[in-house]
């Protein structure tokens, strides 16, 4: 861990209540017991019955958060709004990291382009590509959302992702992106937790961590239950399409974040069916490693990200391929041990260390540069 001196101004998709434990969240409340951090949450409309202005906290963690929910008016992801909320929301956060910060140097992280390039005051400028921006353009606002991510590349000191193709495509034009997966919050994930009461015992429990959206290829998921009647398969997610029923499929619906392990480690293997398309390609499944993390083998179909992982993530494509990648790993379980080996090497606490790194490598010629960034918001 690093005592370079700097405050951090994370530009966040998700709320800081831990609700989506995202890997901004992730960065920021880590990131926070180290040096101040201002974490930016999405904002809320002026029409949306909350009391007006800008809210600022500390976060309750005993870390050094402090949390901005800023205010936008309304339709502010609007294209025609759009640029209106993005300078108010940029003079919110800059009134509020003067408040909160001291003269360090301050380093703006942009987890999402959905805000895009905020003009507040800062010595580096780091863009970590969470996803793929075709998958975030599906809420919306396609064509505006790629020019912020294009133009978050090109003026970024610091561009990362968390996929080898999210890097190449962070590196057109420039060439420097950076590799930095998702990571897991390994104590959390490897302490030891109870059995869920709803997990019946004596027959395998092949479960899958995660939201049931457009990503999740439902169909071969039905095809690997119809195929294996004796295996429960457990659903632990949000549900937010139509899933058919199988008398040996558990949809529990959403967990909050402090219930996930014991599910997590009650599992025998844990599985990423994905749909096999090119956004799930770029993804970097952050349920993947906190399976390891719970001791429990891994399923999944290929996923680039997940290579470096080893022989603990087996892969497969399609469902024959996948059914008998989970007989193997039902007849030859991977060790708890080897899995959360694995998982501790990749947590969150190492992710955070690296962008710290490359932070700090930046400051010397990135507040050279500062001037010249800021003429072009």
């Known amino acids: 861990m690093s ?7 994370v530009v966040a998709a998700v709320p800081y209540d831990g609700s989506l434990p995202l890997g901004c969240w992730q960065l920021a409340r ?6 101040p951090v201002l974490f930016v949450e999405p904002p809320h409309s002026l029409l949306s019955g909350r009391p007006e ?29 759009a640029p209106f909320a993005d300078r108010a929301i940029s003079r919110q956060v800059r009134r509020a990291a ?3 910060f001291d003269g360090a140097p301050r380093a703006l992280l942009v987890c999402t382009p959905r805000r895009g390039y905020l003009n507040v005051s800062d010595d580096v400028l780091l863009y970590w590509q969470r996803d793929a921006v075709e998958l975030m353009a599906r809420s919306g ?25 999210l890097v190449d495509e962070g590196s057109i034009g420039r060439g420097d992106a950076v590799l930095v997966p998702n990571g897991c919050d390994f104590d959390h994930f490897s302490t030891p937790q109870p ?9 395998p429990v092949i479960g899958f961590a995660g939201g049931v959206s457009d990503r999740l290829d439902v169909d071969l998921l039905l095809a690997l239950a119809d195929e294996r009647p004796q295996w429960l398969f457990a659903v632990v997610g949000e549900i937010v399409r139509d899933v058919p029923e199988r008398e040996n499929l558990l949809l529990t619906g959403r967990r909050p974040y402090e219930e996930l392990p014991a599910w997590l480690q009650a599992f025998d293997v844990g599985i990423v069916p994905y749909v096999e398309d090119l956004k799930n390609r770029h993804s970097h499944p952050l349920k993947a490693l906190e399976y390891l993390a719970a001791g429990t083998p891994t399923v999944s179909v290929p996923i680039a990200a997940l290579e470096p992982l080893g022989n603990v993530v ?16 039902l007849a030859n379980p991977d060790a708890a041990a080897e899995c959360q080996a694995v998982a501790k090497a990749n947590s969150w606490s190492a992710r955070v260390s690296v962008l710290e790194s490359l932070v700090e490598a930046a400051i010397p010629t990135a507040r050279r540069h500062r001037s010249r960034r800021e003429s072009n918001k």
């Open 314 to 329: 087996h892969m497969a494509s399609g469902r024959d391929a996948f059914l008998a990648a989970l007989d193997d790993v």
């Open 53 to 81: 202005g800008p809210a600022l906290r500390a976060a309750a963690d005993g870390s050094m958060v402090h949390v901005l929910t800023p205010v936008a008016p309304p339709a502010y992801n609007r294209p025609m709004v």
């Open 30 to 35: 880590i990131l926070g017991r180290r040096r």
């Open 3 to 9: 005592n370079t001196p700097w405050s951090a101004i």
């Open 141 to 165: 606002g396609a064509r505006r959302l790629d020019r912020q991510h294009r133009r978050l590349i090109r003026h970024a000191d610091i561009v990362t992702g968390v996929s080898p193709e």
């Open 98 to 100: 003067d408040r909160v």
């Open 195 to 203: 059995r869920p009461a709803q997990l019946p015992t004596g027959r």
